[in-house]
């Protein structure tokens, strides 16, 4: 199981140095790729230092930007099943996904995080693909963001997307506990333990700074001093905050 | 009144948005345009705005001042739309969208108005010379998310207290806080949901009318969630109590324990208090079924005479009403619709009735 946290280059409390994450036992970054040399350098800093980089594309920012290492992970679009700014049907979702598997071949793409808890939009997504683009090949994973979910809560929601086809791993690309509710701990298990299990892929907290959102938490403070979340989550680590 | 069967008036665009400006006259905006009738809706007459933008606020003491927004920034108009100006450019220092605007009835010179972008950005600006300068109240800066601004309304009476209701939206997003500021936007107490990231139920507050010593607040709950509430305090905000709970909808993954998954997901598009008697309130409803609440299939609106203890459906079902204003001055209220802007009279009120925000 690889266990990333979500960053962002561009944002100053968000941007964590390799040797501070290799210290708190991370082995993975999730960012936002977008085109300007501080995104490009920290992506190059990241694959140099042997983490796994997945770099959302295709939505936000973004503007069509892919970083130029092929080991990198491309997660394409970002929670297109809400109902809200991101919002695309299954269908339309499915011609962005082909486009870019189509266009960046070598790289591994993996769904957007799929936020609904509403597996069908999934179900519907991989129709689309399959009907409308019968060449290419299905996402090397499906990715959910399970906010809001206790351990068990993320179990069938694991289960039902993996239900869906059998074959394709679920991976959490996000997923956020605040410290004192007890849920860090055995979220994290849930997540990363191999008998209990339900994301045996990959998963990332969101996020690393407080400065990354400000309302939600985070493990950091705008100091990049560690706060409850992060002595809690990267102590479950066996990490140093 | 309950015997009473909404007219559809001479409009019969779909309306997205209708106000009530001083003296009675009606403007609604439509998909569009932005149309204003002087005579309860017999007749219809364009309003001319700048291009690309939509209607932002009424002044609320004088029926030829207009705002819109969009295009290049806020705009401002003294003579119904003969002619704008720009009142606030938009610029990677200020803000690249439109969020909302608030203007004081207690002192229309005393404006509030949230801007957002680039990126993840919200900044919240007050005017106190009616748009010639405008003071930074506050600013936030989030990652890969959203920003909606569902409420910025100032009280009618004292021009220092403004409420809001913003949220970053994401996947993380599950509601938003109402805040006050009685300090005219210096600072900032969470009166509804303070902690909304730890109480999804609460959702996002919508719609809040104010009436005399009491508040009721409209809130949708996320779609995941599916429904609404109605909540009222008695005592400025301090406490909260549901008098109109919808708790349908949602999604496989996000259904409450207090949720029923073969109930439609009703939402909230319109909440008006009688300015004179704070019991008579109604409640514009839109209704959806399936996730996401893209059609609606149903809709109305609701009366409560005793302060929401109990509710009666108002007339006919007009379907979803995507908004909701009660004219004091020809004692009427007026939905907005698919079907078009409907209208019905209602019982005496006081005084102009202080609505959710425009």
């Known amino acids: ?67 130029p290492h092929p ?8 929670e297109p099943d809400l109902d809200g700014p991101t919002a695309l049907e299954p269908a339309a979702y499915a011609d962005v996904f ?18 609904s808890g509403q597996p069908a939009y999934y179900e519907q997504f991989l ?42 791993p679920v991976v959490a690309t996000e997923w956020f506990h605040s410290a004192g509710q007890g849920l860090i701990w055995p979220f994290q298990d849930a997540l990363a333990n191999p008998n209990a299990g339900v994301c045996t892929v990959w998963n990332s907290f969101f996020p690393w700074g407080i400065s990354m959102t400000p309302e939600l938490g985070g493990l950091v403070d705008p100091s990049q001093e560690c706060i409850a979340e992060g002595f809690e989550l990267i102590s479950a680590l066996d990490g140093v905050c | 009144v309950l015997s009473q069967d909404w007219e559809l008036t001479s409009l019969t665009q779909p309306v997205r948005k209708v106000v009530v400006v001083p003296g009675g006259s009606v403007l609604a905006s439509t998909d569009q345009q932005l149309l204003r009738t002087d005579d309860s809706g017999l007749t219809w007459s364009p309003v001319t705005l700048p291009p690309a933008t939509a209607l932002a606020g009424v002044d609320p003491a004088d029926a030829g001042i ?109 509601g938003a806080s109402l805040k006050q500021s009685t300090d005219a936007g ?13 109480t999804p139920a609460l959702g996002y507050p919508s719609h809040l009318a104010i009436g005399p010593g009491r508040y009721y607040l409209a809130s949708n709950r996320d779609a995941r969630l599916g429904g609404s509430g109605v909540f009222r305090s008695d005592d400025d905000g301090t406490t909260w109590n549901e008098v109109l709970a919808h ?66 459906t108002l007339g006919q079902d007009l379907g979803g009403i995507s908004d909701l204003v009660l004219s004091a001055e020809n004692q009427r209220l007026y939905a907005a619709t698919d079907q078009g802007l409907w209208s019905l009279a209602v019982p005496s009120t006081g005084a102009a009735a202080r609505q959710s925000p425009r």
């Open chain 1, 127 to 168: 129709a689309a693909l399959s009907d409308e683009h019968p060449d290419i090949n299905w996402p090397n994973a499906v990715a959910i963001h399970p906010y809001g979910q206790s351990p068990d809560g993320l179990r069938a929601l694991a289960e039902a997307y993996w239900n869906v086809t059998g074959s394709i």
């Open chain 1, 71 to 78: 080991e990198v992970v491309l997660q394409i679009f970002n």
């Open chain 2, 66 to 174: 207009l705002y819109a927004a969009g295009g290049a920034g806020v705009y401002r108009t003294d003579d119904p739309g003969a002619t704008w100006r720009v009142i606030l450019h938009y610029s990677p220092q200020v803000g690249t969208d439109f969020g909302r605007l608030a203007i004081s009835a207690a002192d229309d010179n005393r404006l509030y108005v949230a801007l957002t972008g680039p990126a993840s950005l919200i900044r919240l600006m007050r005017s106190d010379d009616a748009g010639v300068t405008w003071q930074p109240l506050q600013a936030s800066q989030s990652s890969r998310c959203a920003w909606t601004i569902p409420l910025l309304q100032a009280d009618s009476t004292q021009p220092d207290q403004v409420f809001q209701s913003a949220a970053c939206l994401a996947g993380r997003t599950f």
């Open chain 2, 247 to 312: 708790h349908g909808g949602g999604t496989p993954g996000y259904r409450q324990a207090d949720q029923d998954p073969d109930a439609p997901n009703v939402r909230i598009g319109g909440l008006v208090v009688d300015s004179a008697n704070a019991d008579l309130v109604y409640v514009g409803l839109q209704v959806y079924r399936g996730y996401p609440p893209v059609q609606m299939v149903g809709g109305g609106v609701l009366i409560s005479a005793d302060g929401g203890a109990s509710w009666k």
């Open chain 1, 1 to 67: 199981v690889t266990v990333g946290i979500n960053v962002d280059p561009d944002n100053p409390g968000g941007r964590p140095t390799p040797e501070r994450l290799l210290a708190a036992q991370f082995e993975g970054v999730r960012l936002t790729a977008r085109d300007n040399p501080q995104n490009r350098q920290y992506v190059a800093d990241m694959v140099t230092a042997g983490f796994q980089v997945v770099a959302i594309v295709g939505t936000g920012d973004n503007a069509g930007f892919v970083p």
């Open chain 2, 186 to 198: 210096a600072s900032w107490l969470a009166l509804f949901n303070p902690e909304p990231y730890q």
């Open chain 1, 98 to 115: 082909a486009t870019f598997r189509a266009t960046f071949p070598l790289y591994d793409c993996w769904t957007a995080g799929f936020a």
